[in-house]
């Protein structure tokens, strides 16, 4: 998969810090029962996932298994269907599937997990291909995928637990280059119809590029499009929140931290609508 160039050292030391910070997180006593704000998930529910899914990164890194063993355990017979539908599947079986005597640990789990896929790919060069279940990507887009699902997951976590947690705008920025080498696999094909737009997206102080919607297709674009139909300028931490769907669209309009002109802004409002749910 394609998507922006990120400095994979830079990921790197931005997904060890952040497991440092979820280890500090779960370090003390915690009622796993607790609610997570916005999710149906409880608290143990959350660190089971989190637990799990840093587990499976490392274990595809070091090729312990395969992302076909991963589908054939957690999702089997989901082929046909969307992919956020068969990804729903695989984590909630895999949430089902953790020993919940395990959730007290869950910091340390998470720590020895994001330790072990950074021992297991120490070596690799930038260029080469990480198998995961989101598809066959570069190290530096798999390391930012990662370094994704720590900081919202970790917001995830502190909410649940009544603690802060906050995300730095340089490791927002870092998580949505990354993500665009996804984002032609995310796009709702039903959804999309005969719709053709350009996008021109700034993330402030961080990458500028360009969303193409043609065709039935979603292509991301390095360059910026001057003329084109929707300018959008995102502050990174916002931005990142609201495509993850733990912030309100509206709420980051309202803010000043997404704006949007052109002669269609309103695609800025229809862009997450053509996309799966992560």
Not at 116 to 136: H, N, Q
Request: proline share 5%.
């Amino acid at each position: 998969m394609g998507g922006l160039a990120v400095d994979l050292e830079e990921a790197r030391a931005a997904l060890a810090a952040v497991a440092r910070r979820i280890t500090a997180l779960l370090a003390d006593d915690f009622d796993s029962s607790r609610r997570v704000p916005g999710l149906d998930w409880t608290v143990g529910d959350a660190v089971a996932h989190v637990a799990s899914e840093t587990r499976s990164f490392a274990r595809l890194a070091s090729g312990e298994i395969t992302p076909e063993d991963m589908w054939n355990r957690y999702a089997p017979g989901t082929e046909a269907r969307p992919s956020n539908e068969r990804m729903a599947v695989l984590n909630a079986n895999e949430i089902a599937g953790f020993d919940r005597g395990q959730v007290s640990r869950g910091g340390e789990l998470v720590g020895a997990a994001i330790h072990d896929f950074l021992k297991a790919t120490a070596d690799w060069p930038s260029d080469r291909m990480f198998r995961g279940i989101e598809g066959d990507l570069e190290l530096p887009t798999a390391t930012c995928v990662v370094l994704g699902e720590m900081v919202i997951h970790g917001g995830d976590l502190a909410g649940g637990l009544g603690k802060p947690w906050v995300i730095r705008p340089d490791e927002a920025r870092l998580v949505l280059a990354g993500l665009t080498a996804l984002l032609p696999g995310m796009l709702d094909t039903t959804a999309v119809g005969n719709t053709r737009a350009t996008i021109d997206l700034r993330v402030r102080g961080g990458p500028r590029f360009s969303i193409w919607v043609h065709d039935g297709r979603l292509d991301v674009v390095a360059e910026p499009v001057e003329k084109a139909d929707c300018h959008i300028s995102a502050d990174p931490v916002a931005f990142l929140l609201v495509s993850a769907g733990r912030r309100s669209q509206l709420g980051g309009i309202l803010r000043g931290q997404l704006v949007a002109w052109g002669r269609r802004p309103w695609l800025a409002m229809q862009l997450s609508r053509l996309l799966l749910a992560p």
